[in-house]
Nanobody, 117 residues
Framework: QVQFVESGGGLVQPGGSLRLSCAASRTIFTIYTMGWYRQAPGKQRELVAGITTAGGTNYVNSVKGRFTISRDNGKNTVYLQMNDLKPEDTAVYYC???????????WGQGTQVTVSS
C-alpha cells in the first residue's frame, strides 16, 4: 500500500501564502509523476499542478503565476508553494502519483486549505 505524508495546510487570509509538502517512498517518487489535486465543496476534483520525474511541470490556468510545484529528489518530497491565495483556492488538496496519462494511481489523505478573512 502506497503511503504519502502530507502537511502544510491550514487557514490563511487572502493574499497569504502556504506551502504543502508530500513525502513518498523512493520507489514511487523515482518512477511516478507527482501532482496535487484539489476538491472544493460541491465541486469536482481538479488537477492543480503536476511534475514529472524529469522536472517538467504543468498547472491549471487559475493558479499559473501564483503556485509553484517542485520536488526534492533527495527527500522524496514534492512541494506546492501557494502565493497570493484567494478564497476560491479553498479546498482539500491531495497529493497524487501516476504513471502515464489519466487519473492518478495513488492519492494521499488530503489536507485542508482555507482562505478566508
Amino acid at each position: 500500500q502506497v503511503q504519502f505524508v502530507e502537511s502544510g495546510g491550514g487557514l490563511v487570509q487572502p493574499g497569504g501564502s502556504l506551502r504543502l509538502s508530500c513525502a513518498a517512498s523512493r520507489t514511487i517518487f523515482t518512477i511516478y509523476t507527482m501532482g496535487w489535486y484539489r476538491q472544493a465543496p460541491g465541486k469536482q476534483r481538479e488537477l492543480v499542478a503536476g511534475i514529472t520525474t524529469a522536472g517538467g511541470t504543468n498547472y491549471v490556468n487559475s493558479v499559473k503565476g501564483r503556485f509553484t510545484i517542485s520536488r526534492d529528489n533527495g527527500k522524496n518530497t514534492v512541494y506546492l508553494q501557494m502565493n497570493d491565495l484567494k478564497p476560491e483556492d479553498t479546498a482539500v488538496y491531495y497529493c497524487t502519483a501516476k504513471l502515464g496519462s489519466g487519473i492518478p494511481d495513488y492519492w494521499g489523505q488530503g489536507t485542508q486549505v482555507t482562505v478566508s478573512s
